[in-house]
């Protein structure tokens, strides 16, 4: 017999587990409708990969897995998808959260499915991804995702492998029947599990109040040749302890069974330890073997208000309603509906809330059954609560922390290490709901921690913008420092060019007076005109000429004799030139040349006149 | 050397102590400059309680301001989203009396976030500029929107936005958010969270 430990504290209370353990497991029937959550453990919720409207097989995927912490989700029957909404879930908020649901069409008929004859064939990652794929978390409680605690580090080397048989809370029997009814499936499943981690103890580690089922575990383990499955020299062993509530936390589990305790804020795999409950070692092996993903579960259902208290094999997603209308439910008999077992269990909020992966208990107690607990009294300090405290805390003290919501005494005093077993509320005197306080501040620390984590994320930032726009207020200074720089530069150069400019001016003004002078002494035509130009010019003399004689009407008179005599000097000239030539045009000549000569007359007659009329009026 | 100081007893006392001043003074000297803290240490440990949202409602522009102005002797209860927990871990840090939020600055809210109703967002960019830490997206002319993980829920964006598109929407309701909350002394608010069985239930049992 292998030497065990004990954890320090403890409690005893009323099993109450012989009610539901009368039966053998009864297949629950197909409820008409599955409401499945989409997170039904720890870490990111599933992603739905059906429409509304959709038909679906059993065992089909319904939603996958986001991100490394998460598990998918399986159709537990065939049937039709008819919403995907929010609808109330089982929490201890009592708040609804997204949820696949599915309308049975009563054929349960499977999808293809790829048994596997042996599992050795298969080495660890296939065999996780397997155990991945077909949406396995922790039945035990928590629902942590069970191939990301298998998928060990490397660099830490597991030597064993704990199996979970505890069941030490009161009334639940889940496990306890599993193991009465499938040792061999448990076996398989430990015998995958070895394979994956390949360590040299495996420790099944069950109470001393199911006795019953030692034998044929042991049986069954024997079958399997662990030696060739690790490869190692490898031992299974059964191991019974005394019965005493929580001795199936993991950590004091790992305590009892190997004397080592998990360090405040490790995980077991830093001892070289993997724990797994029963219950998934046989989810295990139906993914592995028979290629059936976790669909459903053992669920205890018991408690005074229900008159056929037993152990149901039921699919995911069937409304506990349904379940306890199995059992012969007598709601008004029940106080209260409690999901999980008494001491760690949650009150849910109504009857319609689904099964989920991790729902090992339906409790329906009286109210002289579990009766409302009476009012709390002041602490006295009596120190039971730290006598049965499992992780050696000291509640009282926390009691108080907890109360003046001083976080940094709680983490002082390793609040972090409470496993929120209920025990020092169950020995308080003062019906003082200690774990409560507990819970809340847990929660407050881990709010505080996040917000310290936002405000230096927030402050990093608000930094960095800050910086930028000094960056860019000192970058347009410098950049008008810049223009100002450059625009007195310029102007200088303008000033420069100015000069310049003058001299150029005062060269092109002497080329042009130059120029002007020359014109006049050269003859006008050597100067191309435009006949605009010219039309133009002879307009404006011909009105300056009437202005001048307007003024002067003597000038006229003197012009027109000035005309006259050139006229009679041309056609005089032109005469002697035509007799010279013997033009036949002479005599043609000759009287334009009289009848100018009679007009040079007439013209100086007229002037005559006008200077006679002048000095007459003078 | 013996001869001076047994001839001058007093002189070489005074070059003796002169000498070790110099000496000590040199090494203080030394390590002032080397080991100098830069900035006020107690602003920064200011800084850190307060919960950085560049919110104002303190009347400082920013969280560090508000900081030094409490390092030079202001008030630890003028910061609204810091509310009571932080005025504690204030008062336990400067070691005074905690006091209780000031009204005049504002009230403790759940924590908020801005949401841009983007159809109706104009591309104005005035809430960007608003924005103390960079958590709004966007262009001129284009549609703008907020990156709510690092939102701190400061405000200062819904006053500038000309079309008021922006609302302040609390952050993280439903069951994931949702935590337990310190139990009530009236036992019957406590029914459906406290089911750890009782022990006057044992005698309840026995009969």
């Not at chain 1, 991804?129 to 597991?158: C, E, W």
């Not at chain 1, 061999?184 to 109470?207: M, Q, R, S, Y």
């Not at chain 1, 409950?277 to 053992?298: F, H, Q």
Request: with cysteine; aromatic share 4%; proline share 6%.
């Amino acid at each position: 017999m292998k030497k065990i430990w004990d954890v320090h504290g403890g409690i005893h209370p009323p099993e109450n587990k012989s009610q539901s353990l009368s039966k053998a497991i009864v297949t629950a029937p197909i409820a008409p409708q599955l409401t499945l959550p989409l997170s039904q453990h720890i870490g990111a919720p599933a992603k739905a990969i059906v429409n509304i409207g959709d038909s679906v097989l059993k065992g089909q995927c319904i939603a996958e897995a986001v991100g490394p912490v998460s598990v998918p989700l399986h159709a537990p029957t065939s049937g039709t998808i008819v919403a995907i909404e929010q609808r109330t879930i089982p929490h201890a908020s009592g708040l609804e959260d997204n949820c696949i649901v599915i309308e049975s069409n009563g054929n349960d008929e499977w999808r293809e499915r790829h048994p596997i004859a042996d599992f050795r064939s298969l080495d660890k990652n296939m065999l996780i991804d397997i155990i991945r794929n077909a949406g396995i978390s922790g039945m035990g409680g928590a629902g942590f995702p069970t191939s990301v605690k298998l998928d060990t580090r490397d660099d830490i080397a597991i030597d064993t492998l704990v199996l979970n048989a505890t069941e030490c809370e009161p009334y639940i029997t889940a496990d306890h029947s599993l193991m009465r009814e499938y040792a061999d499936d448990i076996a398989t499943g430990v015998a995958i599990l070895a394979k994956i981690i390949k360590p040299t103890k495996i420790l099944f580690g069950i109470e001393d109040n199911k006795l019953d089922v030692v034998e044929g575990i042991t049986a069954a383990l024997a079958e399997h040749d662990f030696n060739t499955l690790t490869g190692l020299k490898t031992e299974a062993e059964v191991i019974t302890f005394p019965t005493k509530y929580p001795s199936g936390g993991e950590k004091q589990l790992i305590q009892i069974l190997t004397g080592k305790e998990v360090p405040s804020g490790g995980l077991p795999a830093e001892l070289g330890i993997v724990c797994q409950n029963i219950g998934t070692a046989v989810a295990i092996k139906n993914a592995v073997c028979l290629d059936e993903p976790l669909i459903s579960r053992i669920t205890t259902v018991t408690g005074d208000a229900v008159n056929q208290p037993c152990n149901y094999e039921v699919l995911l997603g069937t409304p506990v309603e349904f379940l306890l209308a199995q059992s012969d439910y007598q709601a008004n008999k029940s106080s209260r509906l409690i999901m999980g077992g008494p001491m760690m269990g949650f009150a849910v909020a109504n009857t319609a809330v689904p099964i989920i992966k991790t729902t090992n208990c339906i409790l329906a107690p009286t109210e002289q059954e579990l009766p409302t607990p009476p009012p709390a009294q002041a602490c006295i300090r009596c120190g039971m609560c730290a006598e049965a405290c499992p992780a050696s805390l000291l509640p009282q003290q926390l009691y108080w922390f907890a109360q003046g919501k001083e976080l940094d005494k709680l983490e002082e005093h390793n609040i972090a290490d409470c496993i929120e077993c209920g025990a020092c509320s169950y020995v308080c005197p003062s019906n003082i709901p200690l774990v409560q306080y507990y819970r809340a501040s847990k929660v407050e620390i881990q709010q505080r921690k996040v917000d310290h984590q936002n405000a230096e994320l927030a402050k990093e930032r608000f930094e960095a913008r800050q910086e930028r726009l000094q960056r860019l207020e000192d970058e347009k200074i410098a950049a008008r420092k810049a223009r100002q720089a450059a625009a007195k530069l310029a102007a200088e150069q303008r000033g420069k060019e100015d000069e310049r400019s003058v001299a150029v001016q005062a060269a092109v003004e002497r080329v042009k007076a130059k120029k002007s002078q020359t014109e006049t002494s050269t003859i006008p035509t050597a100067t191309p005109v435009d006949s605009d130009d010219l039309v133009a010019r002879a307009v404006a003399k011909r009105a300056a000429q009437q202005a001048e004689d307007a003024a002067n009407p003597e000038s006229k008179l003197i012009r027109a004799v000035e005309s006259a005599q050139q006229r009679v000097t041309k056609s005089q000239a032109r005469v002697v030139d035509a007799e010279a030539s013997q033009d036949p045009n002479l005599a043609i000549l000759k009287q334009a040349a009289e009848k100018a000569e009679a007009k040079l007359v007439a013209t100086q007659q007229a002037l005559n006149d006008f200077k006679e009329q002048n000095s007459a009026q003078e | 050397m013996i001869e001076l100081i047994s001839q001058h007893p007093f002189i070489a006392a005074l070059l003796a102590l002169l000498m070790l001043g110099l000496i000590f003074g040199a090494t203080l000297g030394f390590g002032a400059v080397k080991f100098a803290v830069d900035g006020d240490p107690i602003v920064d440990q200011i800084n850190a309680i307060l919960p950085q949202t560049q919110c104002g409602q303190c009347g400082y522009p920013g969280c560090k301001p508000y900081a030094e102005a409490i390092a030079n002797g202001d008030a630890i209860n003028k910061c609204p989203p810091g509310g009571e927990a932080g005025i504690h871990e204030l008062a336990n840090l400067l070691d005074v009396e905690p006091i209780a939020l000031d009204d005049e600055h504002g009230v403790e809210d759940i924590k908020k976030v801005a949401y841009i109703r983007e159809d109706e967002c104009i591309g104005c960019t005035k809430c960007i500029q608003a924005c103390p830490i960079d958590a709004i997206l966007g262009a001129a002319k284009l549609m703008h929107t907020v990156i709510v993980s690092e939102c701190t829920g400061c405000d200062l964006c819904v006053e500038p936005c000309p079309v008021d598109c922006i609302d302040m929407i609390p952050v993280a309701t439903g069951a994931r958010a949702w935590k337990w909350d310190i139990p009530d002394r009236d036992p019957t608010h406590n029914a459906n969270i406290i089911v750890t069985d009782n022990p006057n239930n044992k005698n309840g049992q026995a009969a």
